[in-house]
């Protein structure tokens, strides 16, 4: 199980590290809110938590600019 996991979080990284190039691209709130969800579920609840509240700094950037 323990390589699923690494897999897992593998491919997160790897679709956050990507859609972050993209200078904060909408799909990557829904990224990490997966990513959190995933690690809180799954072992790290500490990472799910900063991934959770790094997804809620985004949506606000995003409400923020949509308000402009």
């Known amino acids: 199980m323990a390589i699923e996991h690494d897999d897992a979080r593998a491919c997160f990284e790897e679709?956050?590290?990507s859609l972050t190039e993209q200078n904060g691209h909408p799909?990557?709130?829904v990224t990490l809110e997966a990513f959190s969800r995933y690690e809180r579920h799954h072992g790290d609840p500490?990472?799910?938590d900063a991934l959770?509240?790094?997804a809620e700094a985004i949506r606000d950037r995003l409400a923020a600019m949509d308000g402009e």
Do not use: I, K
Request: charged share 35%; hydrophobic share 40%; net charge neutral.
């Open 15 to 17: 679709s956050l590290r």
């Open 27 to 29: 799909e990557g709130l």
């Open 46 to 48: 500490a990472r799910g």
């Open 52 to 54: 959770l509240a790094e």
